[in-house]
């Protein structure tokens, strides 16, 4: 199946559930608001539920200025329409219950639709550095790593976010910086411009590709960042100052949920390892292959609320420092943002990691 019809039966069924939440939103607004031009305004609900999916494909396969606007607009009203489904289905029957008129209650769900919108936007702006100590047996002597994950580099965070990454990077003297996958959104530009920034991280830097990779073709996404100086592990070992660094890549079915490429590949478990892995997946094959710390990403930590309590339910565990068996584990809530530029109940986050000898 060429990646074109990927793309095209994918968004066919995103625009299908998407289609499913504006007719909703619609639907309810109507009952409680009473629109004066119903008809109206169910066309424009037909058009905003058109708004990503067309913004997506636009800006994918001929991106320009117009569709860069279209797409910055369309991830916007892709939350805000998320928070109105959310408050409707909860918010809701909370004020009827409380006898607020049905009016007054639509006006108010709407009102707090928008100030969270607001709040989001402005929380995905700043960027949180969270330093966090592991002690790892067998390291000869203290190491600082820096972990990004989930940046998106695209169109929403372009090369001036990914500079400003960087230089906040570099302000915390790392040894080394692991990049744990989804550096690239799929959507928007992927070339050595977008990129250029990574050139000047002042330590060794190690990269996986995420899922979002895979959207953009591997091999595509090697050729761009070859010139940065960023090196891509792709199921393999390196060692750097004392440290096995084990790199997996991210399957290419996404439901698998194992990793059974950690045990085949050769590395000492009497000595200190890492595994750079996006998906906070096969952690009990990792920790009983003898792998020290997996780092990953991923989750985003649900990134927007509900969403934010969602992703409990598919992940074992969903951001922080864990131990599973004899293995640490840490999931950083990601760099970025994917989909709506907003964070409401999460932030984005450099990781500080302090490796340490147990």
């Given at each position: 199946?060429?990646?074109?019809?990927?793309?095209?039966?994918?968004?066919?069924?995103?625009?299908?559930?998407?289609?499913?939440?504006?007719?909703?939103?619609?639907?309810?607004?109507?009952?409680?608001?009473?629109?004066?031009?119903?008809?109206?305004?169910?066309?424009?609900?037909?058009?905003?539920?058109?708004?990503?999916?067309?913004?997506?494909?636009?800006?994918?396969?001929?991106?320009?200025?117009?569709?860069?606007?279209?797409?910055?607009?369309?991830?916007?009203?892709?939350?805000?329409?998320?928070?109105?489904?959310?408050?409707?289905?909860?918010?809701?029957?909370?004020?009827?219950?409380?006898?607020?008129?049905?009016?007054?209650?639509?006006?108010?769900?709407?009102?707090?639709?928008?100030?969270?919108?607001?709040?989001?936007?402005?929380?995905?702006?700043?960027?949180?550095?969270?330093?966090?100590?592991?002690?790892?047996?067998?390291?000869?002597?203290?190491?600082?790593?820096?972990?990004?994950?989930?940046?998106?580099?695209?169109?929403?965070?372009?090369?001036?976010?990914?500079?400003?990454?960087?230089?906040?990077?570099?302000?915390?003297?790392?040894?080394?910086?692991?990049?744990?996958?989804?550096?690239?959104d799929g959507i928007g530009p992927v070339n050595e411009h977008t990129v250029a920034p990574l050139r000047e991280i002042h330590?060794?830097?190690?990269?996986?590709?995420?899922?979002?990779?895979?959207?953009?073709?591997?091999?595509?996404?090697?050729?761009?960042?070859?010139?940065?100086?960023?090196?891509?592990?792709?199921?393999?070992?390196?060692?750097?100052?004392?440290?096995?660094?084990?790199?997996?890549?991210?399957?290419?079915?996404?439901?698998?949920?194992?990793?059974?490429?950690?045990?085949?590949?050769?590395?000492?478990?009497?000595?200190?390892?890492?595994?750079?892995?996006?998906?906070?997946?096969?952690?009990?094959?990792?920790?009983?292959?003898?792998?020290?710390?997996?780092?990953?990403?991923?989750?985003?930590?649900?990134?927007?609320?509900?969403?934010?309590?969602?992703?409990?339910?598919?992940?074992?565990?969903?951001?922080?420092?864990?131990?599973?068996?004899?293995?640490?584990?840490?999931?950083?809530?990601?760099?970025?943002?994917?989909?709506?530029?907003?964070?409401?109940?999460?932030?984005?986050?450099?990781?500080?990691?302090?490796?340490?000898?147990?």
């Amino acid at each position: 199946m060429s990646r074109t019809l990927q793309y095209l039966i994918f968004y066919g069924i995103f625009f299908i559930v998407l289609y499913g939440m504006h007719l909703y939103v619609y639907w309810r607004l109507n009952r409680m608001l009473g629109f004066t031009s119903p008809r109206m305004v169910f066309a424009v609900f037909t058009l905003a539920a058109l708004l990503f999916p067309i913004a997506s494909l636009c800006e994918k396969f001929t991106p320009n200025t117009a569709s860069m606007l279209l797409y910055t607009a369309a991830s916007i009203w892709l939350g805000v329409v998320f928070l109105l489904l959310t408050l409707l289905l909860v918010g809701e029957p909370l004020l009827l219950l409380a006898t607020v008129q049905k009016k007054t209650a639509g006006l108010l769900i709407i009102a707090a639709a928008m100030g969270l919108s607001l709040y989001g936007l402005v929380n995905a702006l700043f960027i949180d550095i969270k330093e966090v100590t592991i002690p790892l047996r067998g390291l000869e002597k203290p190491l600082r790593i820096v972990q990004l994950s989930d940046i998106h580099v695209g169109t929403i965070h372009n090369s001036g976010y990914l500079r400003r990454i960087v230089e906040k990077t570099n302000a915390l003297t790392p040894d080394m910086v692991f990049i744990t996958g989804d550096l690239f959104d799929g959507i928007g530009p992927v070339n050595e411009h977008t990129v250029a920034p990574l050139r000047e991280i002042h330590a060794p830097a190690f990269f996986v590709i995420g899922n979002h990779e895979r959207y953009d073709g591997v091999d595509k996404v090697s050729r761009v960042l070859s010139s940065t100086g960023v090196r891509m592990l792709r199921n393999e070992v390196i060692e750097s100052k004392g440290l096995q660094i084990v790199g997996v890549d991210f399957p290419e079915r996404e439901g698998i949920k194992e990793n059974t490429v950690v045990r085949s590949l050769p590395f000492d478990k009497n000595r200190p390892s890492v595994l750079m892995f996006h998906a906070p997946h096969g952690l009990d094959d990792a920790a009983q292959a003898g792998i020290s710390l997996q780092v990953s990403g991923h989750t985003h930590n649900g990134q927007l609320f509900p969403f934010t309590l969602l992703a409990r339910l598919f992940f074992r565990h969903v951001q922080g420092l864990h131990r599973v068996g004899d293995m640490y584990l840490y999931i950083s809530p990601g760099t970025g943002t994917w989909g709506p530029p907003m964070r409401i109940g999460s932030r984005n986050e450099i990781t500080l990691l302090h490796l340490v000898p147990e």
